[in-house]
Protein backbone atom coordinates (compact mmCIF):
# COMPACT_ATOMS: atom_id res chain seq x y z
CA UNK A 1 0.00 0.00 0.00
CA UNK A 2 1.69 3.20 -1.14
CA UNK A 3 1.84 6.20 1.39
CA UNK A 4 -0.15 9.01 1.71
CA UNK A 5 1.93 12.73 1.84
CA UNK A 6 -0.94 15.26 3.27
CA UNK A 7 0.03 18.57 1.54
CA UNK A 8 1.52 21.14 4.04
CA UNK A 9 -0.28 24.55 4.83
CA UNK A 10 0.97 27.04 2.97
CA UNK A 11 3.56 25.06 1.05
CA UNK A 12 3.95 24.49 -2.33
CA UNK A 13 5.61 21.96 -4.44
CA UNK A 14 5.25 19.38 -7.52
CA UNK A 15 7.32 18.41 -9.90
CA UNK A 16 8.64 20.07 -13.63
CA UNK A 17 10.14 18.84 -16.32
CA UNK A 18 12.65 20.28 -18.55
CA UNK A 19 12.97 19.88 -21.91
CA UNK A 20 14.11 21.05 -25.28
CA UNK A 21 16.49 20.46 -28.09
CA UNK A 22 20.39 18.76 -27.80
CA UNK A 23 22.65 21.56 -25.98
CA UNK A 24 20.68 23.97 -25.09
CA UNK A 25 22.00 23.76 -21.49
CA UNK A 26 19.35 22.19 -19.59
CA UNK A 27 21.62 20.36 -17.66
CA UNK A 28 23.31 23.25 -16.60
CA UNK A 29 20.18 25.38 -16.03
CA UNK A 30 19.33 22.30 -13.79
CA UNK A 31 22.70 22.64 -11.95
CA UNK A 32 22.12 25.98 -11.39
CA UNK A 33 18.38 26.17 -10.62
CA UNK A 34 19.47 23.75 -7.21
CA UNK A 35 22.97 25.30 -6.57
CA UNK A 36 24.62 21.64 -7.13
CA UNK A 37 26.18 19.61 -9.76
CA UNK A 38 23.96 16.26 -10.49
CA UNK A 39 24.14 16.58 -14.33
CA UNK A 40 26.15 16.51 -16.11
CA UNK A 41 27.29 18.56 -19.52
CA UNK A 42 29.21 19.35 -22.24
CA UNK A 43 29.28 21.33 -25.21
CA UNK A 44 28.59 18.46 -27.53
CA UNK A 45 24.98 17.49 -27.90
CA UNK A 46 22.86 14.88 -26.20
CA UNK A 47 25.39 14.37 -23.40
CA UNK A 48 22.09 13.51 -21.12
CA UNK A 49 20.86 9.89 -21.94
CA UNK A 50 18.62 9.23 -18.88
CA UNK A 51 15.86 11.27 -16.70
CA UNK A 52 17.17 13.02 -13.84
CA UNK A 53 16.06 14.32 -10.74
CA UNK A 54 16.99 17.39 -8.99
CA UNK A 55 15.35 18.76 -6.40
CA UNK A 56 15.35 22.73 -5.75
CA UNK A 57 14.79 23.48 -2.14
CA UNK A 58 12.83 27.08 -1.76
CA UNK A 59 11.10 29.21 1.35
CA UNK A 60 7.33 28.03 1.24
CA UNK A 61 8.30 25.78 -1.66
CA UNK A 62 10.02 23.06 -3.28
CA UNK A 63 10.64 22.00 -6.92
CA UNK A 64 11.38 18.38 -8.15
CA UNK A 65 13.07 19.14 -11.43
CA UNK A 66 13.24 16.28 -14.47
CA UNK A 67 16.46 16.67 -16.83
CA UNK A 68 15.74 14.93 -19.92
CA UNK A 69 17.55 14.12 -23.06
CA UNK A 70 17.56 16.71 -25.58
CA UNK A 71 14.34 16.19 -28.30
CA UNK A 72 15.26 16.37 -31.93
CA UNK A 73 14.26 14.31 -35.52
CA UNK A 74 16.68 11.10 -35.22
CA UNK A 75 16.82 7.41 -36.76
CA UNK A 76 19.22 6.03 -34.61
CA UNK A 77 17.29 3.43 -32.59
CA UNK A 78 19.47 5.32 -29.05
CA UNK A 79 18.32 8.42 -29.95
CA UNK A 80 14.58 7.27 -30.62
CA UNK A 81 14.86 5.69 -27.13
CA UNK A 82 16.61 9.10 -25.62
CA UNK A 83 13.65 11.29 -26.99
CA UNK A 84 10.69 9.05 -26.02
CA UNK A 85 12.20 9.23 -22.84
CA UNK A 86 12.13 12.79 -22.61
CA UNK A 87 8.63 12.82 -23.91
CA UNK A 88 7.54 10.42 -21.51
CA UNK A 89 8.51 12.86 -18.72
CA UNK A 90 5.83 15.46 -19.44
CA UNK A 91 3.59 13.19 -19.13
CA UNK A 92 2.92 13.47 -15.17
CA UNK A 93 4.41 16.52 -13.88
CA UNK A 94 2.94 19.44 -12.85
CA UNK A 95 4.56 22.32 -15.10
CA UNK A 96 7.16 21.96 -18.18
CA UNK A 97 10.17 24.02 -18.82
CA UNK A 98 11.02 24.42 -22.63
CA UNK A 99 14.38 25.42 -23.02
CA UNK A 100 15.96 27.44 -25.95
CA UNK A 101 19.42 28.32 -26.88
CA UNK A 102 19.15 32.50 -27.92
CA UNK A 103 22.50 32.31 -29.30
CA UNK A 104 22.63 29.12 -31.66
CA UNK A 105 18.36 27.96 -32.35
CA UNK A 106 17.28 24.52 -33.78
CA UNK A 107 14.24 25.49 -36.26
CA UNK A 108 13.61 21.57 -36.93
CA UNK A 109 13.95 20.31 -33.08
CA UNK A 110 12.32 23.47 -31.80
CA UNK A 111 9.27 23.14 -33.98
CA UNK A 112 9.28 19.52 -33.69
CA UNK A 113 8.59 19.92 -29.92
CA UNK A 114 6.12 22.66 -30.57
CA UNK A 115 3.96 20.18 -32.87
CA UNK A 116 4.06 17.06 -29.73
CA UNK A 117 2.99 19.83 -27.18
CA UNK A 118 0.29 20.92 -29.50
CA UNK A 119 -1.32 17.27 -30.31
CA UNK A 120 -1.32 16.21 -26.67
CA UNK A 121 -2.80 17.45 -23.36
CA UNK A 122 0.01 19.25 -20.89
CA UNK A 123 0.41 21.20 -18.13
CA UNK A 124 1.59 25.13 -18.23
CA UNK A 125 4.30 25.53 -20.31
CA UNK A 126 7.11 28.15 -19.04
CA UNK A 127 9.53 29.35 -21.80
CA UNK A 128 13.25 29.67 -20.81
CA UNK A 129 15.17 31.47 -23.37
CA UNK A 130 18.60 30.37 -22.39
CA UNK A 131 22.19 31.74 -23.14
CA UNK A 132 21.16 35.70 -22.76
CA UNK A 133 24.28 36.80 -22.32
CA UNK A 134 25.65 35.48 -25.88
CA UNK A 135 23.18 37.79 -28.01
CA UNK A 136 22.60 41.67 -27.74
CA UNK A 137 19.33 43.07 -26.24
CA UNK A 138 17.54 43.74 -29.84
CA UNK A 139 18.18 39.84 -31.16
CA UNK A 140 16.95 38.95 -27.74
CA UNK A 141 13.52 41.44 -27.96
CA UNK A 142 12.97 39.73 -31.46
CA UNK A 143 13.31 35.85 -29.85
CA UNK A 144 10.77 36.80 -27.25
CA UNK A 145 8.60 38.29 -29.75
CA UNK A 146 8.42 35.67 -32.09
CA UNK A 147 8.33 32.95 -29.07
CA UNK A 148 5.22 35.01 -27.84
CA UNK A 149 3.18 33.57 -30.78
CA UNK A 150 4.15 30.15 -31.35
CA UNK A 151 2.95 28.77 -28.13
CA UNK A 152 0.29 29.50 -25.16
CA UNK A 153 3.37 29.91 -22.70
CA UNK A 154 2.04 30.77 -19.53
CA UNK A 155 5.37 32.75 -19.36
CA UNK A 156 8.87 33.83 -20.89
CA UNK A 157 12.05 34.51 -18.96
CA UNK A 158 14.90 35.59 -20.94
CA UNK A 159 18.16 33.81 -18.66
CA UNK A 160 21.59 32.50 -18.15
CA UNK A 161 22.28 29.13 -16.88
CA UNK A 162 25.90 29.76 -16.17
CA UNK A 163 25.82 33.23 -15.34
CA UNK A 164 22.63 32.74 -13.12
CA UNK A 165 21.25 35.29 -14.66
CA UNK A 166 17.01 36.31 -14.26
CA UNK A 167 16.99 32.53 -12.23
CA UNK A 168 15.59 33.78 -9.32
CA UNK A 169 12.61 35.13 -11.51
CA UNK A 170 12.13 32.00 -13.48
CA UNK A 171 12.01 30.24 -9.86
CA UNK A 172 9.13 32.80 -9.11
CA UNK A 173 7.41 32.25 -12.05
CA UNK A 174 7.51 28.58 -11.73
CA UNK A 175 6.09 28.85 -7.83
CA UNK A 176 3.25 30.57 -9.22
CA UNK A 177 2.19 27.88 -11.28
CA UNK A 178 2.49 25.00 -8.33
CA UNK A 179 -0.10 23.15 -6.44
CA UNK A 180 0.04 23.16 -2.50
CA UNK A 181 2.26 20.07 -1.63
CA UNK A 182 4.19 18.64 1.03
CA UNK A 183 8.21 18.63 1.01
CA UNK A 184 8.62 15.42 -1.05
CA UNK A 185 12.38 14.79 -0.16
CA UNK A 186 14.24 16.27 2.71
CA UNK A 187 16.44 19.54 3.07
CA UNK A 188 19.30 17.74 2.56
CA UNK A 189 18.56 15.66 -0.50
CA UNK A 190 19.24 16.99 -4.38
CA UNK A 191 18.65 14.46 -6.51
CA UNK A 192 16.70 10.86 -6.17
CA UNK A 193 19.75 9.19 -8.16
CA UNK A 194 22.31 6.72 -5.92
CA UNK A 195 25.79 8.20 -5.84
CA UNK A 196 27.23 5.24 -7.80
CA UNK A 197 24.79 6.55 -10.96
CA UNK A 198 26.42 9.73 -10.67
CA UNK A 199 29.94 8.57 -10.48
CA UNK A 200 29.50 6.85 -13.73
CA UNK A 201 27.43 10.41 -15.58
CA UNK A 202 31.08 11.58 -13.97
CA UNK A 203 33.30 9.05 -16.26
CA UNK A 204 30.99 9.84 -19.16
CA UNK A 205 31.49 13.52 -18.80
CA UNK A 206 35.09 13.25 -18.73
CA UNK A 207 34.89 10.86 -22.31
CA UNK A 208 32.64 13.28 -23.76
CA UNK A 209 35.36 16.23 -22.69
CA UNK A 210 38.46 14.74 -24.07
CA UNK A 211 37.56 13.00 -26.95
CA UNK A 212 36.24 13.95 -30.35
CA UNK A 213 34.65 12.85 -33.30
CA UNK A 214 32.29 9.42 -32.30
CA UNK A 215 33.44 8.15 -29.29
CA UNK A 216 32.11 10.18 -26.94
CA UNK A 217 28.27 9.03 -28.53
CA UNK A 218 29.79 5.31 -28.52
CA UNK A 219 30.50 5.39 -25.15
CA UNK A 220 28.80 3.57 -22.15
CA UNK A 221 29.57 3.30 -18.50
CA UNK A 222 28.42 1.30 -15.84
CA UNK A 223 29.31 0.59 -12.52
CA UNK A 224 30.95 -3.01 -11.51
CA UNK A 225 31.24 -2.09 -7.72
CA UNK A 226 31.03 0.62 -5.44
CA UNK A 227 32.57 0.03 -2.45
CA UNK A 228 32.23 2.48 0.65
CA UNK A 229 35.15 2.17 3.69
CA UNK A 230 34.09 4.55 6.11
CA UNK A 231 36.92 3.38 8.57
CA UNK A 232 39.36 4.03 6.12
CA UNK A 233 37.85 7.56 4.53
CA UNK A 234 37.84 5.74 1.35
CA UNK A 235 35.37 4.77 -1.36
CA UNK A 236 36.63 2.01 -3.94
CA UNK A 237 35.12 2.10 -7.36
CA UNK A 238 35.58 -0.01 -10.46
CA UNK A 239 34.09 0.64 -13.72
CA UNK A 240 33.82 -0.33 -17.39
CA UNK A 241 33.99 2.06 -20.31
CA UNK A 242 31.87 0.28 -23.22
CA UNK A 243 32.85 0.90 -26.46
CA UNK A 244 31.14 -0.56 -29.56
CA UNK A 245 34.42 -0.98 -31.61
CA UNK A 246 37.61 -2.72 -30.99
CA UNK A 247 39.68 0.07 -33.39
CA UNK A 248 37.79 2.69 -30.11
CA UNK A 249 39.20 0.62 -27.32
CA UNK A 250 42.70 2.24 -28.60
CA UNK A 251 41.88 5.83 -28.24
CA UNK A 252 39.84 5.36 -24.90
CA UNK A 253 43.12 3.69 -23.18
CA UNK A 254 45.47 6.14 -25.37
CA UNK A 255 49.27 6.00 -25.98
CA UNK A 256 50.65 4.03 -22.92
CA UNK A 257 47.43 4.29 -21.08
CA UNK A 258 47.25 8.08 -20.81
CA UNK A 259 44.57 9.01 -21.95
CA UNK A 260 42.81 6.57 -19.64
CA UNK A 261 44.45 8.07 -16.86
CA UNK A 262 43.58 11.45 -17.82
CA UNK A 263 40.05 10.21 -17.71
CA UNK A 264 40.15 8.37 -14.69
CA UNK A 265 42.16 11.64 -12.93
CA UNK A 266 39.37 14.01 -13.04
CA UNK A 267 36.53 11.79 -12.55
CA UNK A 268 38.48 10.92 -9.21
CA UNK A 269 38.31 14.31 -8.58
CA UNK A 270 34.83 15.24 -9.23
CA UNK A 271 33.82 12.05 -7.25
CA UNK A 272 35.78 12.64 -3.77
CA UNK A 273 34.18 16.48 -4.02
CA UNK A 274 30.69 14.59 -4.22
CA UNK A 275 31.41 11.98 -1.78
CA UNK A 276 33.30 13.76 0.55
CA UNK A 277 36.08 11.33 0.86
CA UNK A 278 39.15 9.71 -0.86
CA UNK A 279 38.30 7.75 -4.20
CA UNK A 280 39.87 4.61 -5.90
CA UNK A 281 38.62 4.25 -8.81
CA UNK A 282 39.83 1.39 -11.15
CA UNK A 283 38.96 1.80 -15.13
CA UNK A 284 38.17 -1.10 -17.53
CA UNK A 285 37.33 -0.60 -21.15
CA UNK A 286 35.14 -3.09 -22.60
CA UNK A 287 34.21 -3.68 -26.31
CA UNK A 288 30.11 -3.95 -26.21
CA UNK A 289 29.47 -4.70 -30.47
CA UNK A 290 27.53 -2.17 -31.98
CA UNK A 291 25.41 -1.41 -28.44
CA UNK A 292 23.55 1.92 -29.55
CA UNK A 293 21.54 -0.23 -32.22
CA UNK A 294 21.13 -3.55 -29.81
CA UNK A 295 17.98 -3.23 -27.76
CA UNK A 296 19.46 -6.08 -25.28
CA UNK A 297 22.84 -4.10 -25.60
CA UNK A 298 20.94 -0.85 -24.59
CA UNK A 299 18.91 -2.51 -21.84
CA UNK A 300 22.28 -4.13 -20.03
CA UNK A 301 23.91 -0.47 -20.09
CA UNK A 302 20.79 0.93 -18.35
CA UNK A 303 19.00 2.81 -21.64
Known sequence: MSEI?????????????????????????????????????????????????????QPGFQIVFLDTPGIHQTKKPLNIRLVEVAMAAISDVDLILLVIDAAAP???SEQLILNKLKNRRHPPVILAINKIDKVKKPKLLHL????????????????????GTQVDALLAAM????????PYFPEDMITDMPERFIAAEM???????????EIPFSTAVTIESFEELPKQNLVRIHAAIHIERDSQKGIIIGKQGAMLRQIGEAARLDMERMTGTRVFLKLFVRVEKNWSTDDRAMRKLGY
Open 5 to 57: IEPVQGFKSGFAAIIGAPNVGKSTLLNTLIGEKISITSSKPQTTRNRIAGVCH
Open 144 to 163: IDHWAGACDFVEIVPVSATE
Open 175 to 182: KKLLPDGP
Open 106 to 108: EPK
Open 203 to 213: IREKVFDLTDQ
